[in-house]
Each structure stands twice: as structure tokens, then as C-alpha cells.
């Protein structure tokens, strides 16, 4: 078989399968090489080489190139909300192994920060200004919103 790429008179191009390139000559001859968009028999061939194929199967084709797509895709395989609830995780594991002050967490930052008592990690409530207070003190407070199903 051997393979023409084709184009009728209204610029459609297509390819065309022929036994031969005379039989390819006869058929158009003859009107029966369609265009197979519009119809049209007034079929040309394109100068490009025609190939042809040995029967061995189809030629190797050259290897695709990766899609730049899917290399974007495994460099972000870690999505940025995925990134804030593996902190937020780590944060609430840490505050639960942390010894849990309820509303006295603010004197009881201030008294750690101040060496008065044994430094450990601290859980507990604290309101807003509280929490600025302790920051200003130069304390760290690190806020840990509820995990989701501690809301149900
Ligand atoms: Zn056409």
C-alpha cells in the first residue's frame, strides 16, 4: 500500500490509500478519489514524499515528548490546601500532647516564659487579647482552630 496526502480545490486535505501510485493515477482519472469533507473530485496531491508501507507495520514514530502538562502536575502533586491541613494536623497533635491549662493558659505562658515554673508545652483557652498580650510579651502562642471533627 502506499499513502498520498491529498488536498481537493477547496484546500481539504486528506490522505488517500492506494495499491500503487498508478492506480492512484487511474482512479483520479476516472473521478473516483473524493474529498472526503466536501465531495469534491478535483483531487491533487501534495508534494510531500508519500511513504510507504512494507507490511512490517506502521514506521517508528519518533518518541512523544513529555506533555510539559503532566510534569507540572507531579511537581505540584502536594496541593497547597493539602500543605495547610498536614500544619494544621501537626499543630493539633502537638497540642494534644500538651498539657492542657484551660483558661489559664495566659499566666501559665507568662509564668514558663518567666523561668517561675517548669518549662513545657502548654494548651489551653485564650481570648484574643490575651493572645495579643502574650505575643507582645514576646511569648509564643500558636493558635490551632478545632480539628473538623472535634466540631461535630
Ligand atoms: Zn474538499
Do not use: K
Amino acid at each position: 500500500m502506499i499513502v498520498f496526502d491529498l488536498h481537493c480545490a477547496n484546500a481539504h486535505r486528506f490522505e488517500g490509500w492506494f495499491a500503487s501510485a498508478a492506480a492512484f493515477e487511474t482512479q483520479l482519472e476516472r473521478g473516483l478519489i473524493a474529498c472526503p469533507v466536501c465531495g469534491a473530485t478535483e483531487v491533487h496531491r501534495l508534494p510531500s514524499a508519500p511513504y510507504v508501507q512494507t507490511g512490517h507495520g506502521v514506521p517508528d514514530a519518533p518518541p512523544a515528548p513529555t506533555p510539559v502538562g503532566a510534569l507540572v502536575g507531579n511537581t505540584l502533586a502536594v496541593q497547597p490546601h493539602e500543605m495547610v491541613a498536614r500544619v494544621l494536623s501537626q499543630l493539633r497533635s502537638l497540642a494534644r500532647g500538651a498539657e492542657d491549662v484551660g483558661e489559664r493558659l495566659p499566666e501559665e505562658a507568662r509564668r514558663i516564659h518567666y523561668g517561675e515554673t517548669e518549662a513545657r508545652d502548654i494548651r489551653g483557652s485564650a481570648s484574643r487579647d490575651d493572645v495579643e498580650a502574650l505575643l507582645e510579651e514576646g511569648i509564643l502562642v500558636l493558635p490551632v482552630p478545632p480539628a473538623e471533627e472535634d466540631m461535630h
